[in-house]
């Protein structure tokens, strides 16, 4: 089996580092970045949510009202940003993509699963296959989510593998 994993390994990197261009990584940092803002968002809306509560106890101060409908405006704008920018969803496709390149490819390396019993070339175009295929349909779901902006000019799934995706 080792010498199964060093003979594939050239290959796959290769494919990951030139044809890919951190495809991968991208995906990863993307997805890590999306987190980032769903939370903070998220923390956002809590936060000002329970602000509003409690402002209620000063309830006769001439500023509560003004201060309360500021909170609840922002609320407004921080989950309405959410919902359009749609960083929950982004996330989670991101990560999913990632991972499951990741998975591909150990599978690759180990001879396992869709792998198994393969020789080396032909594990290898299954690889590309299925790795290029989880691009895809990522970037199906992209623009499926996205409504039909876009879908005019631009292909499902024709992002290049010398260049990073056509979305932020």
Do not use: C
């Not at 970045?33 to 509560?53: D, E, M, P």
């Not at 500021?70 to 359009?84: D, H, N, T």
């Not at 393969?118 to 590309?128: G, H, I």
Request: charged share 25%; glycine share 10%.
């Amino acid at each position: 089996m080792s010498a199964q994993l060093s003979d594939r390994e050239g290959p796959a990197d290769r494919y990951f580092e030139q044809s890919l261009k951190g495809q991968r990584e991208w995906y990863g940092s993307r997805a890590s970045a999306y987190k980032n803002w769903t939370q903070l968002l998220s923390l956002v809306v809590i936060g000002a949510g329970a602000a509003t509560s409690f402002l209620q106890v000063f309830t006769p101060a001439s500023w509560v009202p003004v201060l309360t409908a500021g909170l609840g405006a922002l609320v407004a704008l921080a989950e309405g940003w959410q919902r359009i920018a749609r960083y929950g969803e982004t996330w989670i496709a991101y990560r999913t993509a990632s991972e499951r390149m990741k998975r591909e490819r150990r599978l690759y390396l180990n001879g396992a699963g869709s792998y198994r019993g393969l020789d080396d070339d032909a594990a290898f175009l299954q690889l590309v296959e299925s790795v290029e295929g989880i691009l895809a349909e990522e970037q199906q779901v992209y623009w499926r989510n996205r409504g039909s902006e876009g879908s005019a000019t631009r292909q499902i799934g024709s992002t290049a593998p010398d260049k990073e995706p056509d979305h932020a």
